[in-house]
Structures are given as C-alpha cells and as structure tokens.
C-alpha cells in the first residue's frame, strides 16, 4: 500500500505524518462501520418515499419491485466500492479512488462540493427535520427549528472531538434505536386489519413505465449514503474482509428493513391508502394508538435524524482531514489526534459551515432546501465517476495488492455505473423543471475558482523562491 513501493500510485493521503498522529487506525469493529453506514442511510426519508413510490409505481408489485430492485442495484455497487476500500483503505474515501483515478483538480472539485453543500447541507437538513419534530413537542419561539438543528450540530461535534470510540458508541445505540423503530412502524401495519381495498385508476403502458422510472430515481435516493463506509476503511478492525463485510451487511440490512418498511404500511393503510397518506408512519401509529400514536412517530424520526447526522458528521470531516494532507493550503485541518481517533479541525470546520448552512436555513428555508435538494446532479456526477475510477485504476494500477476483487467483472460494476448515469440524468432533469440547475453550476463554479486561485498562489510561491 506504500506509495515508495507503487510510485505510480497518488500518495496516500491518510498516512503521512502530521500533527498529533500518523494518521487513522484500526479502531473500529465490523458493527461499528455497519452502524455508521446504516446510520446514515436508514433516516428520515423512509417516512416520507413510500407513497411517492406508491403513486409513480401504480400498482403493489411494482411499488415491492422497486424497493427490492434498489437493494439489488445497491449491492452492486457495494460489491465496486468493498474492492476500492479493500484496495486502498483511506480516510478519504471516494476523494482518494478519485484522485488516484483522475488526479488531484478532479477530486478537489469533489471534495468542494462536498463540503461546502453536500455533506454541511445534509447535515443542515437533518437538524431541520429533526427541530420540526421537537418544536412541535417543547416549541421555542419562530427559530424553533433552527434552533434545535444548530443545537444538534454542536452537540454532536463535541461528541466527535471526545473521540471515534465515543462517537461509535453513540452512532451504535442510535442506530439500533431507530432500526428498532422502523421495524416498529411495520409490526403495528402487519398486526393492523388490511384497509378496505379499492379499485385504482387505470393507466397506460407509456405513464406506468415512465412513472416507474420516477419510482426508481426516488428509491436509490432513500438508499442513498452507504458509500460512506469507504471513509473508514482504515479505520475497521480486520482489514480487506472486515470492510467487505460491513458493506455487505449494511446493504443487506437496509434492503431488509425497507421491504419489511414498506410492506408493512401497504398492509396496514392498503394501497390506496399508502398512495394518499401524507406521513405513513403517523398514519399508521394514529390508526393502532391513536393521537399519542403521532407522537412517538416524531421521536422515532427524531432519532433517525440525529442517527443520520452523526455518521454523516463521522465520513464528512474525513473528507476535509483528507484535502487537507494533498493540499498544504488547507493543511490546519490535516492534524489527527490518535489518542480520539479523529481529524478535530475537520470537525470543527465541517460544524462551521453546517452551523452557516443552518442560519441560512432560518432566513430562508425555501432557498436553502433548493440549495441541498437540487445539488443532486453534483453528488451523482462525481458517484458515477467513482464507479468509473475502478476500471481507470485496474488498468492504471495493475500492481495493487486487491485483497477483494468484484466478482462477475465488469458486469457488476458496469450496472453500478449506468444506474448512477441514470440518476444524474434524472437529477438534472428534475433540476431543469425547477429551474435550479443554477444551484449545482454555481457549485462547481466556485470550487473551480478556489482551485485556480490555490494554482497561482503555488506559482507565484515557486517565482519567488529562492534557488537552493
């Protein structure tokens, strides 16, 4: 794995001496890196994508087929990224395939995007959707729900700095709470008398194929955060098998939970039903427990939230810790404190903008979801370029030890990839018919402008050197 011994090899951004440790170690067991992923994938949005599947599906079977298929597609992916992870165990995770892959302009860009928007904006996002919740319980003013949401924030970056093996404890209980949760919901839809059937619309064969595509799109996305255990692939006790584990088993837990999810509020509200409910988690607790029923909804969509944000906040500051070891402008945030395990001022600068994010949010939340919602095109973009770095690096790194290859090579990962390339298609149409292609442009636009700024500061440093 030395860069010395594979001089065509980028460095390795996760080992070289700096600050207060050389970098990360195995810390972490099998169900850790599962929690953390499940964590992030399994939140709020399974409460929210089940009728909208429902309505663009059209019919029971194809609304299963969709969540099934989502698993399937998913784990192929999981299988593509389990060899990059194996074969080159990073903290940065898809920063590193990338710049190994297309260089270091290609993955800065990445890397911008994610910590600017994508990954502060999610977090963001959560703390709303968790402050929705709770101001409804113990209101504190207008701000109620930012001020929740910046609270979360802090709370959780303090828990981080204590340490990964606090932060993984905590990431551990929150994620068999909220798994816990969700089985709940659907044990009380099995153990609901089925709703009274009733007799959907017809639809024509080019609305219902069309309207499944839509299905699709809003299932991947619900599936959506399971790549971010490559983020702590150095991290996971065991080595090359340990994090193709915890991949495969965070896929096949989510995939379980989900079809269980899913069929047991189709039992329960029946299709029709499910189609036309607004909140199907509430809507079923309502019709077993009554009003109290909404209540202990909004506690366990809280916990997804705070679940979701931590093992965000877990692969988030990795990425800056990462930029930060290849980019010495950036190099204050490259100090990893090996007594906690973790990049402190990757976290201290991940909760700064997330906390901006946050405000922003509060005077404008309109705009502010269109700024996290509608950057979709950038997070698939650079994904699909992350399924691509896989053959660009077997056949640019042959020498690597792959401690795991993916089998039936190159079917598995070439469907990962056209199932990323359809969801960019998709994003960026669905941004078109919002007007907000804008948001993903501007993006890209300004992470350009940082780089070629960084570019002439190194020249104008290297004209002014002195010769040795």
Request: some cysteine; charged content about 10%.
């Amino acid at each position: 794995m030395s860069a010395a011994l594979h001089p065509r090899k980028a460095p390795d951004l996760s080992s070289v001496a700096s600050g207060a440790s050389a970098g990360p170690t195995p810390t972490l067991s099998i169900f850790d890196a599962t929690m953390i992923t499940v964590g992030i994938v399994i939140g709020a949005g399974i409460f929210q994508t089940p009728s909208l599947v429902a309505t663009n599906a059209g019919t029971p079977t194809l609304t299963i087929t969709a969540w099934a298929l989502a698993g399937v597609l998913s784990f192929a992916g999981a299988l593509t990224y389990a060899e990059l992870a194996t074969t080159y165990p990073s903290a940065g995770g898809d920063y590193t395939f990338l710049t190994r892959a297309y260089g270091r302009n290609l993955s800065f860009l990445f890397a911008w995007a994610r910590s600017t928007v994508i990954c502060t904006g999610s977090i963001a996002l959560l703390g709303f959707i968790l402050g929705d919740y709770l101001a409804r319980l113990y209101p504190l003013g207008p701000q109620s729900s930012a001020l929740y949401a910046a609270a979360a924030v802090l709370v959780l970056t303090v828990i981080n700095l204590i340490g990964l093996k606090s932060s993984a404890k905590v990431q551990n209980t929150l994620g068999v709470l909220e798994i816990a949760g969700v089985l709940a919901v659907a044990l009380v839809g099995f153990l609901l008398e089925p709703a009274p059937a009733s007799e959907p619309p017809a639809a024509s064969a080019a609305t219902s194929t069309g309207s499944f595509g839509l299905a699709m799109v809003l299932v991947l996305l619900t599936y959506g955060g399971w790549n971010e255990a490559a983020y702590v692939s150095a991290e996971v006790r065991g080595g090359a098998r340990a994090v193709r584990s915890s991949l495969v088993m965070s896929i096949a837990i989510i995939t379980i939970v989900y079809l269980l999810f899913v069929i047991g509020v189709m039992q329960g509200l029946g299709f029709e039903g499910l189609k036309a409910s607004e909140a199907v988690g509430i809507d079923i607790a309502e019709r077993m427990f009554g009003p109290v029923g909404g209540q202990l909804i909004g506690v366990i969509v809280a916990i997804s939230a705070l679940s979701s944000m931590n093992s965000t906040m877990l692969a988030g500051a990795r990425t800056n810790y990462s930029v930060a070891r290849d980019w010495p402008i950036f190099g204050f945030m490259g100090a990893w404190q090996g007594e906690r395990s973790t990049p402190a001022m990757g976290f201290i600068v991940q909760a700064g903008i997330a906390l901006a994010l946050v405000g922003y949010g509060a005077l404008e939340k309109d705009g502010f979801m269109t700024m996290v919602e509608f950057t979709a095109p950038v997070f698939w973009f650079f994904f699909m370029l992350g399924g691509i770095a896989l053959f660009v690096l077997r056949r640019k790194d042959p020498g690597a030890a792959r401690p795991f290859k993916v089998p039936l090579y190159p079917v598995i990962p070439i469907v990962f990839v056209l199932t990323c390339a359809y969801l960019l298609y998709s994003s960026i149409v669905y941004a078109q018919s919002r007007h907000a292609t804008h948001v993903a442009f501007s993006v890209m636009l300004s992470g350009a402008l940082v780089l070629i700024g960084i570019k002439v500061r190194e020249r104008n440093r290297s004209r002014t050197r002195p010769p040795a």
